[in-house]
């Protein structure tokens, strides 16, 4: 089975603080994908990437950048974390193709102080 | 655009009867449609989806979804709903390359004992 692991389920952090989030993933998917998930708003893509070194943005990346540097390693940074980024972050991998759909990490749950 | 609705924010049923959970669809073209579960703090799992093929798709712990091209619905349903079947659950559809998922906003499923 394909395992997505992200790196904490459970983070406290200090306003201003630079957080790193940390996905791996073992099945050598070109594909991964940073969602946050907020109650009422369900899940918005922040970025994605279908390649080393490649990333794009998705519906929310305002203060939020990532790094692929490796195709199994998908970092979600945010610069300098605020309150309104408390948050649920999922981290999602894919083959290329919509039929394959995505295997999800557990999540992190991000809160910011 | 694609889209993905969920009309009900929210699912009630008693234990042992059935349940229907909602999802309807607006792609252009064939869509890959796909049924994901999330229990409290955890990653969404993959229960099932649909590509082609029977209309009538069986997935995982006794889940099934009816693929209804006229109606541009995807209802997932199973026939004796249990408590741990309480959790929220994400209709989502996939397509080609180069195109992300869209997911629809969510149903909380709480089957009562």
């Known amino acids: 089975d394909v395992k997505v692991t992200q790196s904490s389920r459970y983070l406290v952090k200090r306003t201003g603080e630079k957080v790193f989030l940390e996905c791996v993933q073992d099945m050598d998917h070109e594909n991964m994908f940073w969602y946050r998930q907020d109650p009422g708003l369900g899940l918005r893509l922040i970025y994605f990437s279908y390649d080393v070194k490649m990333k794009e943005k998705g519906d929310i990346p305002e203060g939020y950048s990532v790094s692929r540097e490796k195709k199994e390693r998908f970092s979600l940074i945010l610069e300098s974390a605020s309150t309104n980024q408390t948050s649920m972050y999922l981290c999602?991998?894919?083959?290329?193709?919509?039929?394959?759909?995505?295997?999800f990490g557990s999540g992190t749950r991000l809160t910011v102080v | 655009a694609q889209s993905v609705a969920q009309p009900e924010d929210q699912v009630n049923v008693a234990e042992g009867n059935p349940l229907t959970v909602k999802c309807t669809y607006s792609?252009?073209?064939?869509?890959?449609l796909f049924w994901y579960v999330q229990y409290p703090n955890r990653g969404l799992q993959f229960l099932l989806k649909y590509i082609t093929g029977d209309n009538l798709v069986k997935g995982s712990y006794g889940f099934e979804a009816e693929f209804n091209k006229s109606q541009t619905s995807f209802h997932l349903k199973k026939p004796s709903a249990l408590v741990s079947d309480s959790a929220l659950y994400f209709c989502a559809s996939g397509r080609n390359y180069g195109q992300n998922f869209v997911f629809g906003p969510g149903t909380r499923l709480s089957v009562l004992p």
């Open positions: 999602a991998s894919s083959l290329s193709g919509g039929y394959y759909g995505y295997t």
């Open positions: 792609v252009s073209g064939n869509p890959y």
